[in-house]
């Protein structure tokens, strides 16, 4: 009876043995598990802070991209405001051709002013395409936000075009001037004959029709008798009379700058 008990507590004894080494065993892997999800619990915190750093640097290189586009977005405004200035010059200038007012020198310096003004902003206009072809180098290094970015240079190119479109029409003014300066070399000046009451003699008028002297020398061509010249200076407005001519006699109004006037007497 005492060997039955014996053994009976010897099982007892070995099954609680085996029941606490499985008990060991589950801690043991439950520990383990813990253990590999905490280690990729880390490493995923990390890869996510990685990311997060990434991001940001994706928003500084964007920020960064925006500004410089603003920057060619302004400089091609200005470039649009010179472009204005260069296109009411050139309005100026044909209001003065058409007053031929100014003389002919005066106006080839305006004309070569505009002309270097037009070299001026299509180095400028060229200097704006290269900045918008290095941010288009640089917007395709951007992120997914530089969808906005895209479009904004979209527009930059609009306005580049439209500042060629303008350019191209400014020197087409430009080009316009050149003819319009030989009309300038016609003297600004009227003439017409009267015959002397109380005599045979016919005199000329030459009328100025400028709003400033005009220095003129007039050459008098009569038969049977050597030319004379007289030179003279016709105040603005004014009008020069020149008289004891005959019919027949052969006048030459000339001054500097313009093309003479050849006259008959009759």
Known sequence: ????????????????????????????????????????????????????????????????????LDKATSNAADLKAQLDKAKSQSADLQAQLDQAKPAAADLQSQLDKAKAQTADVQAQLDKSKAQSADLQNQLNQATAGSTQLLTQLDQSKIQTMDLQARLQKAEADVAQLQPMLLKTR????TTSFEKEHWGHGITLHVNNLNQQPLTVAVTINSKGAPPRTQSNVIGAAATLNVDKLVAGDSVVVASDGYDPVNLTAQ
């Open 186 to 189: 016609h003297m600004p000046v």
């Open 1 to 68: 009876m005492s060997d039955a008990k014996t053994t009976q507590n010897e099982k007892v004894r070995r099954t609680g043995a085996f029941a606490l080494l499985g008990v060991f065993a589950a801690c043991l892997i439950l520990a383990l598990l813990t253990l590999v999800l905490a280690v990729k619990v880390h490493r995923r915190d990390a890869q996510l802070a990685d990311t997060q750093k990434q991001l940001e640097q994706a928003k500084s290189d964007s920020a960064k991209t925006k500004s410089e």
